[in-house]
């Protein structure tokens, strides 16, 4: 029955294309079938989200400790990049934070919206970006950076399999966040 | 009619490039701190999947690989959070890894922008822990999130 339940849910999901939008013109990014997914390639200002709408202004945006923002130059509004290029659970923060201040040139994609979100706006997945008149460069920084930042966690397998953070919080209250032993009952179920 | 201080925002605001904060309003909210990509994208199903503990794992590898976390208040409404209490580290900080799916309540100020809302929690007033049990319904998403060898563990105890 549980299983009935989740075909029907994906099956449920809605049906996805990419499709063009304001900001799609010349835009090269690459279709992930995302939920009103919509090409947009625009030039923006790099910001620090937590400064632009609260006024607190570390120097370097927080130099890669905060999640950055787009100030669109064709109508200024603020866009949110959740996701860069890489298909690994990793967010734009990381690839947009050398940008801090400076007017950059980005090709991606929006997706969300009305369809999960009611009233709400599009976030954004970066794919690439260059400052203005430079050379392209993919938005696939953030694995690197995280090697650096982990030289004890080389081995098999992804970062995310890896990562000492999460592996510890996996030991201390499971795959499901409801400790160890909720984790063995539902595995006994459901495999 | 409009206020002077909104009539100057709105002005600026107007002006591409140049950033203006803007005016927040203090609000108390109860939800589950969410993975905002997996949830506003669709790309792992629909948003009662991407949530709860069926999520679980996911949502902390989302939120230790920088994917900002949000609050899902009890009415629907997400709520990008940019900061947690002292905590402003919302690029894969300890806290926001920490506390993901709890569900919890959080005073602090709500900023709205072109169409999002954004969320600088002051203080996190409760903290229920994870209690959406959705993987009662769902499973895991993805469904490999736990490794084969753990769950033949299991199964072989």
Redesign the interface.
Known sequence: M??I??IA??L???A?AAEDGAFSEGSEAKS????A?EKARFTA?V?D????????CPKDC?A????MGL??????????P??NGQP???????DL?PYCGK?VEVDGLL???D?????????Y?VQRIRELGGEWKKANR?TKEWAKKNPDAKGKGPW??R?P??TE??AK?G????GPEE??V???D?? | MLGLKRVLALGVALLPGIAVASEGERIAVKGELIDTWCYFSGVMGGPDAVVGSAHHTCAMWCAAGGIPVGLLGEDGTVYMVLKLGEDDDSNGGDTFLTMTNDTIEAEGMLYERDGLNYLVVAEVTSNEGVTNLTHEDFGVTPGNTIPDAVVDKVLEE
């Open positions: 549980k299983r339940a989740l849910l994906l449920a999901t809605p996805l992930w079938n995302l939920t997914q200002k910001v989200i937590l400064c632009e709408v609260a006024g607190d927080g890669g400790t905060r999640q100030v669109r130059e064709a109508d200024g509004a603020l866009i949110f959740n996701k690994i659970f990793t967010g734009a923060a990381t934070a007017m997706t969300g919206g369809e999960i979100t009611p009233g709400s706006a599009k976030i997945q953030w995310f399999r990562d953070r999460i919080e996996i209250d795959y499901l966040g409801l984790d063995k539902f595995i006994k459901w495999y």
